[in-house]
């Protein structure tokens, strides 16, 4: 059934972004969007999504930096059985570089092009892969400083409209056992270094009591039945303010 994920404990700092682990974002929520129109008029089932890894390290208030993408551009990745190990190259590249002193955080990234509203939560195996796959705690001891890992999930908005497209980071806390959600969000210009917020958004969501189903407010008023509602945050991987 899949997590919505301001559902999640909130965490308030900062996630703060390159231009370029931004541009990065845009890169592969538009590649998923362009795959889907691409597939969605062929006899493939399913559309593409790409996937990537971040690398960063905590600033002295503890918000999160992420200055760098992974090397190859357009990982391509199955939900579910999204690896690291399915991607040779990106897990040597991951590995020497959670031995390097200048990176504490790492966030693996993945896609998911919009067929139905849920396409926009994380899957029960995206959640479950954050919890027990993606941690390198056991080598912190050897390192000598904490692996911090995060997930990413881009989606692509129903409208197919880039700027109504989201992303959520999330973490998994094992001392609590909680999953959290990053709402705070925001795109650091290179020459200036002024942080840029993304937009957040509260939207309705609604689920069929018949069948599970989720709906946003324009799909529900074409549905019949029986609703529960409740609202949902995201944030656009959008930025008004920020140029070049
Ligand atoms: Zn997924």
Do not use: W
């Not at 969007?33 to 593409?48: C, E, V």
């Not at 570089?97 to 926009?120: D, G, L, M």
């Not at 390198?136 to 000598?144: D, I, K, T």
């Not at 409209?161 to 969000?185: A, C, I």
Request: glycine share 6%.
């Amino acid at each position: 059934m899949g997590f919505e994920q301001s559902s999640f404990e909130h965490d308030k700092r900062k996630v703060i972004l390159s231009e370029e682990v931004f541009a990065r974002l845009q890169g592969l929520i538009n590649a998923t969007a362009f795959n889907k129109q691409l597939t969605d008029g062929s006899r493939i089932k399913n559309g593409y999504e790409y996937g990537g890894v971040l690398y960063g390290t905590l600033d002295e208030e503890g918000n999160i930096n992420f200055t760098v993408a992974n090397d190859k551009a357009d990982y391509q990745v199955i939900d579910g059985a999204f690896s690291l190990q399915s991607g040779k190259e990106m897990m040597k590249e991951l590995l020497m570089n959670i031995k390097n002193s200048k990176f504490n955080c790492f966030a693996h990234v993945h896609t998911h092009p919009y067929s139905v509203e849920a396409n926009r939560f994380l899957s029960d195996a995206d959640v479950e892969y954050y919890k027990t796959t993606f941690d390198f705690s056991g080598v912190e001891s050897s390192l000598e400083k904490k692996v911090n890992t995060f997930g990413c999930l881009l989606t692509q908005s129903s409208s197919n409209e880039p700027q109504s497209d989201d992303v959520s980071f999330v973490y998994f806390n094992k001392e609590d056992g909680k999953m959290y959600y990053l709402p705070n969000n925001f795109v650091k210009s290179r020459s200036t270094g002024t942080l840029y917020p993304l937009k957040k958004v509260r939207e309705k969501l609604y689920r069929r009591n018949e069948d599970g189903r989720l709906f946003n407010e324009k799909q529900y008023r074409q549905q019949s039945g029986t609703f529960g509602v409740r609202e949902v945050e995201r944030t656009l991987l959008d930025t008004d303010e920020f140029e070049k």
